[in-house]
C-alpha cells in the first residue's frame, strides 16, 4: 500500500513537470531505439552477406582451386590467367580420402549469346553433371546436363533466369535453339534464380553447357579456370585444404620455397571471418549504445538535482504532513525509474520504426532482436536507479523547517 502510494505520488510529479521529464527521457530514448535499429540493421547486413556469399560459393563444405597463384585478379577466365590447372589435376584431386567429389569448370565473359534478333552477353559455364550437388542448387523447369551428353558433346545449355528474361521475355524457351558464340546450342533447363553476390552484381546471368562440350567444340582449351571440391568432414577443412594444395604443388613440380601456381579458397574460412567481423561491428555498435544510456543517466542525475532544488517547498510541505525521509527518497527514486522506464518503451517504438524504414529502404531482410532490446531495457531501469541515487538522497537531506521558510 505504501509502495503503491509512493509510485503514485511520483508519477504525479512526473507528469506535472513534462518538459523536465521529457528532456531526462531522452537520453534513455536515443540509447534504447539506436541498440534496437543497430543491432537488428547489423543482424540483418550479416544474414544477408552471409546468403550472397552462399549464393555465390553455393555451399560452405567446399575448397575451390583457380589456377594463377597471387598473382591473378578477379574471377578467372579462358584469357587472364595462365593454363596451370588440368582435368587430371582434378582427377587427383578426387582421388584424395578427404574429398567426396569434384566439379571442373571453363568460363568466359565475353561471349555474345543470341536467339533470333535479341543478343545478350552472360557469363558461360562449363560445368560437370555434378554441378548442382556441389553449389546446392536445382533448376526451375527443364532438366540439367546429364553424363552422356557431356560425353557425346552435346550442344546443349542450362540459362540462368536474367539470360531467359533477356533472349526470351514472352516465350517459353525450352527446346528453342541459342547461338553461343554463333555455335547452336538447345536450352534444356532453367535455373532457379540465386539473387546477388556478396559485392552485389547479379548471379543469374549465366549460361552452363557440358565441361566437355565447352573445352571441345566452344573454347578449344584442354585446361580449366576452376575446380570445386567437396570435403567429406567440413570440420576438417583446414587440413582437407592443405592436403590439396600439397598434391598440386607436388603434381606441377613446384620446389618447396617457391610461390603456388593456383589460388585455393575454403568457403567456411570465408564465412567465420565474415561471422567474426559481423560479431565485432555488433559490440561496437552495442557499446555505442550503451554509452549512450550512461549519457541518459548523467541527464537524468543533472536535471533531477536541478529539480531537488526547485522542488524544496514541495518537499517541505510532504515532510510537515509526515512523510519521512524513506517516502521522499523512495519518490525521487521511482520518478528516476519511470522516466528511465518511459524513454526505454519509448525508444523501442521508435526503434522498431526505424528498422523497418531502414531495412525497406536498403532491401534487408526485417530482422528484430529481442534479446540485446529487453536487455538494454533493464539496463535503463538499472541506469535510472543508479543515477537517480543522489538526487534521491539530496531530495531525502532537505530540512522542512527551512525549506517552507524558503
Not at 545478350?120 to 559455364?125: E, K, L, N
Not at 525521487?332 to 523497418?356: D, K, P, S, Y
Amino acid at each position: 500500500m505504501i509502495v503503491t502510494k509512493v509510485a503514485s505520488q511520483a508519477l504525479r510529479s512526473a507528469s506535472r513537470y513534462r518538459l523536465r521529464t521529457s528532456l531526462m527521457m531522452l537520453g534513455m530514448v536515443v540509447g534504447i531505439s539506436s541498440l534496437a535499429v543497430l543491432s537488428s540493421i547489423g543482424e540483418a547486413s550479416k544474414r544477408e552477406t552471409m546468403q550472397r556469399f552462399k549464393n555465390m560459393l553455393g555451399t560452405f563444405d567446399t575448397i575451390i582451386v583457380r589456377p594463377g597463384g597471387g598473382r591473378s585478379r578477379g574471377m578467372p577466365t579462358l584469357v587472364n590467367v595462365p593454363p596451370t590447372l588440368r582435368f587430371e589435376d582434378a582427377r587427383a584431386v578426387a582421388d584424395l580420402p578427404e574429398i567426396k567429389s569434384v566439379a571442373e569448370v571453363q568460363n568466359a565473359f565475353d561471349i555474345d549469346v543470341q536467339y533470333r534478333d535479341r543478343t545478350t552477353s552472360p557469363a558461360i559455364f562449363g560445368v560437370s553433371t555434378n554441378w548442382l550437388a556441389l553449389r546446392s542448387e536445382d533448376v526451375a523447369d527443364g532438366t540439367f546436363l546429364t553424363d552422356e551428353q557431356n560425353n557425346s558433346l552435346a550442344r546443349v545449355a542450362v540459362l540462368g533466369t536474367d539470360v531467359q528474361t533477356s533472349l526470351f521475355p514472352e516465350e517459353d524457351p525450352m527446346g528453342k535453339t541459342i547461338r553461343i558464340a554463333n555455335v547452336p546450342f538447345q536450352v534444356i533447363g532453367i535455373l532457379k534464380p540465386r539473387g546477388a553476390g556478396p559485392a552485389g552484381a547479379t548471379l543469374d546471368n549465366i549460361v552452363l553447357i557440358p565441361i566437355n562440350t565447352a573445352a571441345r567444340r566452344l573454347f578449344n582449351r584442354d585446361f580449366l579456370t576452376m575446380l570445386i571440391a567437396q570435403v567429406r568432414n567440413p570440420a576438417r577443412g583446414t587440413e582437407t585444404t592443405e592436403q590439396v594444395a600439397a598434391l598440386l604443388r607436388d603434381r606441377h613440380h613446384i620446389p618447396p620455397r617457391a610461390l603456388d601456381d593456383f589460388t585455393i579458397t575454403n568457403p567456411a574460412a570465408t564465412a567465420a571471418q565474415v561471422t567474426r567481423a559481423g560479431t565485432t561491428l555488433g559490440k561496437i555498435l552495442s557499446g555505442v549504445s550503451i554509452m549512450a544510456l550512461g549519457i541518459g543517466g548523467i541527464v537524468i542525475m543533472a536535471l533531477m538535482s536541478i529539480a531537488v532544488s526547485e522542488r524544496r517547498n514541495e518537499i517541505g510541505v510532504r515532510r510537515s504532513v509526515g512523510a519521512g525521509r524513506t517516502a521522499i527518497l523512495q519518490q525521487f527514486l521511482l520518478e528516476a525509474v519511470i522516466v528511465a522506464l518511459a524513454g526505454g518503451v519509448a525508444g523501442v517504438v521508435i526503434g522498431i520504426g526505424g528498422m523497418q524504414l531502414v531495412t525497406r529502404l536498403q532491401k534487408l531482410p526485417q530482422i528484430i532482436l529481442w534479446r540485446p532490446i529487453i536487455t538494454a531495457i533493464c539496463l535503463a531501469v538499472g541506469t535510472g536507479l543508479l543515477f537517480g541515487m543522489y538526487p534521491a538522497w539530496k531530495a531525502a537531506r532537505v530540512d522542512p523547517i527551512q525549506a517552507l521558510r524558503s
